[in-house]
């Protein structure tokens, strides 16, 4: 069950200027399920994404990538139950077809369309259901339907994932909404995460680019990784210009910090609400790295733990077995690390330093902490300044259960 | 259940001249289990050695490696039980004294014997238990105890894993015989690996250093792999030289071609059961990977499949779910990948070309091949002449349950 996890109140979320959502049932897995969003922006928006590094990315990411290098994008269309994945050359045509279906009826360009897709893989894309059932999307839409897109674009998912929050900027309150699926971040390899964050902000495409990364970085990217990631994975941020203020283009701005500050609390609330609803999860867990000599080698040894079946197992059980943690630290593979200089904290309680059990760590202690429903692992390199960190979830049988009935 | 795997027949494993083992009781985790093997080794034996590459590795590793450097090893000591890993100084300290005891007990120098540990982490060495057993184990000294040995090395294995083979080496009939322990092949990172072969060949220093690298390199490295293993991973090759044949050191030589491929054969089944044995199992799977540029990238591909826990589960499940293959090829980590080259076969069948599906494919032949026991994984990546293989079993609620409940 998800992790102190619930359904944000719709009523929380609040509209962006610019932007309307609309939900229909295209019936591409089953019948009635509302498997389709629009995302109609408002002349003038700006759209940048971050994609998945996988070799085999998907065509609708492929698609994306392309009709985003040109610009004056204005929707989104996001189906579940199938990814078109793994589709070639069809995959494409099929995912560019959705495109100029929707162009059509907005009177807009097919290149102002992005596709997306989640769901079976390999599969080819039911063009003929989700075609038909544009109008209906069409006729939904609406700037008040934001928790209606979060859950129809949820798959494993249990709880939808949707969070607003707003930011003074040049003088205006700037509004920022997001909403996301993806539940399979016991082991992020393949958990088609999707993210949409939009702002009624106006922000400079420069900047809007380099903000989805960083953005990615300290959120989504804290429950994937590059070149580790699902081959549909895409976060999409949207800036629509329409809160009045001037437009943000300098990084080291005041407004630019507010506004950065708005998108990552949203972005990792939604990142974190990813590992809360992971398949099976019990136990949100947090892995933080800190006085590394750089992010990656933090990263790298935080990844190597919350990755471990082995190390989440143990959470599952409430065991708090420490060898587990220190082997994960030990095969990391930063080559360099003087073990005897690293000390391990299980919540707060220093459970091992000098390369092994600390002497005033009492297993009482330990089997404490393992009590609770959400458990930060800390390691401290002692190294240098840089840090890390990773949330995930523990490892229960209902992980295997989901997985082995549940056709990606 | 393991998959195609029993006990060798004792009367099967052949004596090695120069070898014996005993066994006895310590009760180190339970009583009266038989957890303690002494290995003694006839003077003028050689030994090398390939161990764990994780930087917690375990304090009998660490006094291993300084032994060995040494030479005229002239005994092994083995406890389950406990690791003696995660122990600091002290752990060194008390795997020294372990060591003095049975050299004590042989009349030959501390620094002769070599000694191994397996079972939980981070909890003192026993010392008090061993040190009282050893005479016991020294009166069990036979040649004809491997098949005991093997079994008194298992931890969570369910099936004593031991092989021997022969072969004509310089006009004589040589032996070889190989036991080892390790059942957490399901993700090898922490599966404390221990193997031990032993040949009665002549065989100079050097060459053995080299083919117990090689040997690993064929067999136990390809259900573990370097920088990425357990803080106890052992493997121990010895040559007794009691054979009769003219000392080979030549590498190219047709005596040191047989030799090898004995001690690979042995090697390989030993490593093979470990797969069959993971904690779980119900499918073996091999991952093959050919025609690939370098041995590297192919060893990277078949590790993302073998350790996917989203493959795995799909296998358990009997699931042909080639998308997950194909994302896990994606995300290995091959940066210029041009998956459009790339062929997928399921045991004999032809899954996954240019990109997605092969056309000839149809589910009901891939849900054939999943409904053997053992099946292989071939992926064609069409860029050069390099092979890899990678053995692995599939992931089922057992798994979970195994370490939920087991404190390594």
């Known amino acids: 069950m998800p992790v102190n996890l619930v359904a944000p109140d719709p009523a929380s979320l609040l509209p962006v200027a610019g932007i309307k959502l609309g939900i ?22 700006k759209v940048a994404g971050v994609f998945t590094q996988n070799r085999f990315c998907a065509a609708p990411v492929t698609v994306c990538k392309q009709h985003l290098a040109g610009g004056d994008i204005r929707a989104l269309l996001i189906n579940t139950g199938n990814a078109n994945a793994g589709t070639g050359a069809e995959g494409i045509k099929r995912a560019t077809q959705s495109c100029a279906a929707v162009a059509e009826m907005l009177h807009i360009r097919p290149q102002q369309v992005l596709p997306f897709s989640t769901g079976v893989i390999l599969e ?21 339907r934001w928790s209606e897109a979060a859950h129809a674009i949820m798959t494993t998912d249990i709880v939808a994932k949707a969070a607003s929050a707003q930011a003074q900027v040049g003088g205006k309150t700037v509004t920022v ?21 939009a702002t009624d902000a106006a922000v400079s495409q420069a900047l809007l680019e380099r903000l989805a990364k960083e953005v990615a970085d300290v959120s989504f990217n804290c429950v994937t990784v590059d070149g580790d990631t699902s081959t549909n994975d895409s976060f999409i941020l949207i800036a629509t210009g329409q809160a009045g203020n001037a437009e943000i283009s300098d990084t080291a701005s005041v407004d630019c910090a507010a506004l950065k500050n708005a998108l990552s609390e949203v972005s990792i609330r939604l990142a974190q609400a990813m590992a809360r609803d992971g398949e099976g999860a019990t136990k949100f867990m947090t892995v933080r790295i800190e006085q590394g000599r750089d992010h990656a080698e933090c990263k790298q040894i935080a990844y190597a733990i919350a990755r471990s079946p082995l190390v989440k197992t143990a959470f599952f059980a409430s065991d708090p077995n420490l060898g587990r943690i220190l082997a994960a630290i030990g095969y990391a593979g930063v080559a360099d690390l003087d073990v005897d200089n690293i000390r391990v904290y299980l919540g707060d309680v220093l459970v091992a330093e000098k390369g092994g059990r600390a002497a005033s760590y009492t297993e009482a202690q330990g089997a404490a902490v393992m009590q609770e429903a959400e458990i930060t692992i800390r390691v401290v390199l002692n190294r240098g300044e840089a840090n890390a960190t990773v949330w995930t979830c ?8 989901i997985n082995a009935e549940y056709r990606t």
């Open 394 to 401: 523990d490892f229960s049988y209902d992980y295997v259960k």
């Open 24 to 45: 229909a049932s295209a019936g591409i897995k089953k019948p009635g399920r509302r498997d389709l969003t629009l995302i109609e922006l408002a002349a003038g928006a």
């Open 177 to 197: 909404t997001g909403i996301a699926k993806g539940s399979g971040m016991i082991h992020p390899n393949m958990a088609t995460m999707l993210g949409y964050v």
């Open 124 to 144: 080819p894309l039911p063009i003929d259901k989700i075609l038909p059932a544009l109008p209906a999307a069409q006729a939904d839409l609406a700037a008040d």
